[in-house]
């Protein structure tokens, strides 16, 4: 196998799951049982195998951390800072999904301490630069309730259109 005599940087995938419940939309977060930053809230993910695809990732750990499985996720951004672990070069890329109103039997599993559902409102503090990756998915949420893009179609397949408005009502009062 031939290897490249460059430094390569670790990549992990994690996934936000809103889920939008009466007039508020809340996100899955887990508690971090390990460092780096153990004890801060995040999103669920981890680290890619060598044979999957990105957003296979993402849900399967999304199913490991949280024992909740979803079929289709739609991709955020990518974390990329520099300094965003202290364990080494990272990056991220950040998948999400948005239920209607489901009831989601979430248990703490893996590397996960705890797992709790938050108001997008009302976040806690987050691990490294996941708050500013939960407000770029509240701004595509928010974008395709409006513009209504061919790339989210299936995200709001199981919404009424009242739902779909109260949902861009409540992303746009946190943007």
Known sequence: MFTYPY?????????MVFNFIGDDILLLLIERGHEP???????????????????????RELKE??????????FSSLGASVERD???RL??????????????????????????????K?????????EQQIITAVQHIYENTIFNSSN?????????????EKIAKICKEIL
Not at 122 to 130: F, I, M, N, S, V
């Open 152 to 164: 989210f179609n299936s995200l709001f397949s199981n919404f009424s259109q009242s739902d779909i």
């Open 91 to 120: 990056l991220s890329a950040f998948y999400f999904t948005l239920l209607n109103n489901h009831n989601c039997n979430a248990i703490a599993g893996d590397d996960a301490k705890a797992l709790a559902w938050f108001s997008i």
């Open 37 to 59: 930053f153990k004890g801060f809230w995040a999103t669920p993910g981890g680290f890619m195998e060598m044979d999957e695809l990105p957003e296979h990732c993402a849900v």
């Open 86 to 88: 202290p364990r080494g």
């Open 7 to 15: 430094p390569r940087p670790m990549f992990t995938t994690d996934c």
């Open 65 to 74: 951390e949280t024992g909740i499985e979803i079929d289709k996720v739609y």
């Open 122 to 130: 009302e976040l806690p503090k987050c691990a490294t630069d996941h």
